[in-house]
């Protein structure tokens, strides 16, 4: 390749076309702009046209793989990025969330335990239903809490083959095939996990789900922590809700392989970590944030730029955006935006200049006017030294519009594209 490329992903940045202004439009961003102005700019569906993708999926298509050929669920990933081995025949891995239900009904009161679970609280929750013996069909079930209100859940049978083939028990997200999407205005009552097929397997799985998340609702509801938690008037995590069910890593060219190139993979969450193993990447963990965007950013510009001198190609996904997308807080998600081109993309321009290549986009939409993931297209821009720069004079979703790279229909288009018109 003529340059080597940081390939940016702003977790939820973008917002919908429809809103009266995008958060993008809001924000005070100059690294931002300062690259729309000097690049090659479009717009792109991360996987397609009416798909409001989860990030994982989202992230396997901008990676360079059709996830409906390649995904196998999100479950597995985060597993494998969590350090668990699945066995494929007997065990079904969920993505799964600490919340908060009212036992006695079922309904949810909090998807995300109000986004104040940390994550030594949901270490010791996680703690008293790991190894839960089910008392059906020899099942049994794995809990591993990973940052904040998220975990994994294993669901097991020494006996009985399972199927990932089951509904999820989170309203917030529905299964198309072993891809789920954003449900807009999601259901506050907790579904039973339903199989997706007509098989034993699938019927078992379900079974075993379920009675795993009633014993799990029993037991945390009187646990210390959230005893603690209602005494401090704090949201107790007294269920588990999961979706995105699977038994198996995706099988795929490898990274390094699909761009014969050296390709490295920076990651916080474990869904990231698991994708960047499972494809074959290096994979760089980083801490999970601090909360000081300038020591968290500076950190990881400075281990992107030590990935690129090592690597070809180096993935970084930043999270900031997204969480306040979800919350509806439109002036936090303009915060995140200004404190990433603040501390990561200013100081990333005057090192990038003449030496690399860059894209920067994000992995889906986050619009706080819909509190959720939407298929709305997201900005793309293209830099690298002495490109011929498009008529974009910010970096919005309608002024990337404008650009000549166009609608980019599918995002696993995007990094192959790349490769051959302008870096080959």
């Not at 449900?183 to 078992?204: F, G, H, Y």
Request: charged fraction near 25%.
């Amino acid at each position: 390749m003529k340059y080597k490329l940081l390939y940016l992903v702003l977790d939820g940045m973008s917002d919908r076309l429809s809103d009266p202004t995008t958060t993008l439009e809001n924000s005070v961003k100059p690294g931002l702009d300062w690259i729309a102005r000097n690049s090659k700019c479009g717009l792109m569906y991360t996987v397609g046209k009416g798909i409001a993708p989860e990030s994982d999926e989202a992230v396997i298509s901008i990676l360079g793989y059709d996830p409906h050929e390649v995904y196998t669920g999100r479950g597995p990933l985060e597993a494998l990025g969590a350090g668990l081995s699945i066995n494929e025949e007997h065990e079904v891995a969920f993505r799964a969330n600490f919340a908060t239900i009212d036992p006695s009904t079922y309904t949810i009161i909090d998807r995300r335990v109000g986004r104040s679970l940390t994550t030594s609280e949901a270490r010791e929750l996680a703690k008293a239903v790991d190894g839960l013996e089910l008392g059906v069909y020899d099942g049994y079930a794995r809990v591993v809490a990973t940052i904040g209100h998220r975990a994994v859940v294993v669901i097991g049978s020494r006996s009985h083959r399972l199927s990932p083939m089951v509904d999820n028990n989170d309203p917030a997200y529905r299964r198309h095939g072993m891809v789920s999407v954003a449900v807009p205005s999601p259901s506050k009552q907790v579904p039973e996990i339903k199989p997706l097929e007509d098989t034993p397997e699938a019927r078992v799985t379900a079974e075993l789900a379920n009675v795993f998340f009633k014993k799990a609702v029993e037991i945390l509801s009187k646990h210390p922590v959230n005893i603690e938690r209602i005494s401090k008037g704090l949201l107790p995590g007294n269920a588990i809700l999961m979706r995105d069910a699977g038994s198996r890593v995706p099988r795929a060219v490898k990274l390094p392989e699909k761009y014969r190139c050296r390709f490295a993979v920076l990651a916080e969450m474990p869904v990231e970590i698991g994708i960047g193993r499972a494809f074959g990447a290096e994979t760089i963990i980083m801490e999970p944030p601090t909360g000081d965007p300038a020591r968290d950013y500076g950190v990881r510009l400075k281990a992107a730029l030590a990935a690129l001198r090592e690597n070809d190609i180096v993935y970084v996904h930043l999270k900031g955006p997204d969480e306040p997308g979800h919350d509806g807080d439109l002036e936090l998600k303009k915060r995140r935006i200004e404190e990433i081109d603040r501390y990561f993309i200013q100081p990333l321009i005057s090192e990038i200049m003449d030496r690399y290549a860059l894209i920067v986009t994000a992995d889906h939409a986050t619009p706080p006017s819909v509190k959720s993931h939407t298929d709305d297209p997201v900005p793309v821009a293209f830099y690298m030294p002495g490109i011929k720069p498009d008529n974009v004079e910010k970096f919005t979703e309608r002024e990337c519009s404008k650009g000549s790279l166009g609608l980019i229909q599918h995002g696993w288009m995007l990094l192959p594209r790349v490769i051959t018109e302008f870096l080959s």
